[in-house]
């Protein structure tokens, strides 16, 4: 057997630093609100941080657009703020793992600035750069974030891809030098003594040669650019290069954001003969509830039936044992909050669903990755509305779905904004019931979560059952039973559509983890060794052969 990494023990917390904490007044998260949250973040028990881009960018996708991948934001601080919070995060034993955004940069990159000044310029092939074809862009590729994914730059006659917004603009990766120069950035990251990397849609930095045109859904404009481009045809070529030259220099964490990879690409990426990445975030158990309709994609509100998301978690779980190394996560900053999506936010049920779902995620096989807020049972914020979104996914959905093709009302957009927009996630932390969640003392960015004088860290901390100390709790199991990290997966009861029942499979122990679904009272049998401990619940007392609404067990028993 192979010795356990640090990795594979950690539960990783990530920040959404613009929403974290503002130290400033100036309504904008930063790095000094995030040292002063260290004791909160160790008190939660959780070994790593992920920051969202805390680089100088012009925000058009809110840090995705960087315009100096070597200065830190004004708007977060100071490189010296940033060592220092490295520092002190290093002194609580909690580690720092960076977002390297290296598919594109921003249009006002000096790169980018050089490379579109002239065809001749040096750093012309630095990005992708073609002619129009018969007066039109040079294929049909849609944009990620609706619209085409090309755009012409009127200074050369040519046009540019960019699979995000129109301000990021793809880097050429099969050009040795963009490549030599991203790995030299790492380096100099890693020499200031940074803990880990988190690889912006890492899939995508291969292009398919000849850029072929993709089929276009009914109704559509433009073909799905992740179907032509993720999983492209060097990628692994360039992640291996990038092991050589970067990421051995150091015990570092890597997990790659890896947008449109299935088991099979997984198994190459974060195999654990360690010649890539450590794990990737794959997306399948987020896009079961997509819309059916291809030029609609994440825009829905259907609920998802549990006997999917459990075939499809149970997959990852089996076919990557022993070969490749799972990340665990239900939401993160372009997800909606997992308790409205696949819990329950009812007042009545809030919490408690809340717990179920934090138990069954973190008693799987794999790194689990918590999102700020989430540890509080942070809701959706049903009280935004069109005059207060920032995203430019949703602002863009607007006008292209609604305004441009009519293929959605702007009221059905708003009622599937509400259920799935990036904006849920990214409303400021609550860290109190004073004014503005004591997230800032200004006016905030985004704003807040009506909720913010009833779910907050504050009540949380007082409350001996809030969600908070369940999730405790959780990382605390995963910290002292190695079974957590080593047990084989075992799925019950495939077919049952209320309740997730697995075990975990050690060879002298097993976990058993029961949880229900539903709202209802339901009655289950399970043939649970005798001598099996309740280890946690999310009820006061353990009735056999009966699930409360929510309620969710883990089990602990010697074979
Ligand atoms: O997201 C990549 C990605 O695949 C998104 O398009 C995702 O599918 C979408 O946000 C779901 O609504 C990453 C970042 O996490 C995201 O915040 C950035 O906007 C994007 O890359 C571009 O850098």
């Known amino acids: 057997a192979t010795q356990t990494k640090w990795w594979q023990k950690a539960v990783v917390y990530q920040i959404y630093p613009r929403s974290f904490q503002d130290s400033t007044g100036n309504g904008i998260g930063d790095l000094k609100g995030i040292e002063s949250r260290l004791d909160y973040l160790k008190q939660l028990g959780v070994d790593v941080l992920w ?68 065809k001749d310029n040096p750093k012309r092939d630095y990005y992708i750069w073609r002619d129009p074809v018969d007066g039109q862009a040079p294929n049909n590729w849609g944009s990620f974030f609706s619209g085409p994914a090309w755009q012409l730059d009127e200074a050369t006659g040519q046009y540019y891809l960019h699979l995000f917004v129109t301000e990021q603009p793809d880097l050429n990766w099969a050009n040795p030098a963009v490549r030599d120069e991203v790995y030299q950035m790492m380096n100099r990251w890693i020499d200031l003594g940074i803990d880990g990397f988190r690889m912006d849609v890492i899939s995508l930095i291969s292009k398919p040669s000849g850029l072929p045109n993709g089929p276009v859904p009914a109704g559509a404009h433009y073909s799905n650019v992740n179907q032509a481009v993720a999983n492209g045809p060097h990628v692994h070529e360039y992640l291996q290069e990038m092991r050589n030259q970067v990421l051995n220099r150091a015990d570092l964490m890597t997990v790659g954001e890896a947008s449109g990879v299935d088991i099979t690409n997984a198994k190459e990426y974060a195999n654990l003969n360690g010649q890539e990445l450590n794990m990737v975030f794959q997306f399948e158990h987020v896009e079961l509830d997509f819309n059916p309709d291809p030029a609609l994609g994440k825009w829905d509100n259907r609920p998802l039936p549990l006997v999917k998301l459990k075939a499809n978690l149970s997959k990852w779980q089996d076919q990557l044992y022993g070969r490749a190394w799972n990340s665990l996560f239900w939401m993160n900053h372009d997800q909606p909050r997992v308790v409205s999506r696949f819990g329950n936010d009812s007042p009545a049920y809030r919490v408690r669903s809340a717990k179920m779902l934090a138990t069954v995620l ?31 996914e949703i602002l863009n959905a607007r006008k292209f779905l609604v305004d441009l093709d009519h293929l959605l009302t702007a009221d059905q957009l708003l009622d599937y904004v509400h259920y799935k927009g990036r904006d849920n996630a990214r409303t400021p932390m609550q860290w109190s019931a004073s004014a503005n969640a004591g997230f800032t003392t200004g006016t905030p960015w985004l704003k807040l979560n009506a909720n913010y004088s009833e779910i907050n860290v504050d009540q949380a901390l007082g409350d001996p059952d809030s969600v908070f100390y369940h999730y405790q709790k959780l990382i605390k199991l995963r910290h002292d039973l190695p079974i957590v990290t080593t047990g084989r997966y075992h799925l019950l009861d495939p077919d049952d559509n209320q309740v997730y ?3 975990r499979i ?54």
């Open 51 to 118: 920051l969202n881009p805390i680089y100088q960018s012009p925000n058009h996708d809110n840090g995705y657009d960087i315009s100096d991948y070597e200065a830190i934001n004004p708007e977060f601080g100071t490189m010296a703020d940033f060592q220092s919070l490295l520092k002190d995060a290093h002194d609580h034993g909690l580690k720092i793992v960076m977002d390297l955004v290296v598919n594109h940069t921003s249009n006002e990159h000096s790169w980018f600035i050089e490379s579109r000044s002239s």
């Open 362 to 392: 973190h008693m799987l096989q794999g790194t689990p990755y918590i999102y700020q807020g989430e540890e509080l049972g942070m809701t959706n914020a049903e009280n935004l509305g069109w005059d207060d979104f920032d995203d430019i």
């Open 501 to 503: 029942a697995y075990q």
């Open 506 to 559: 050690g060879s002298h122990e097993g976990l058993f983890v029961v949880a229900n679904f539903t709202a209802e009272t339901v009655e289950r049998y399970y043939d649970c060794p005798n001598k099996s401990d309740l280890l946690l619940s999310n009820y006061a007392d353990d009735r056999h052969g009966t699930l409360r609404p929510y309620e969710a067990k883990i089990y602990h028993y010697q074979k």
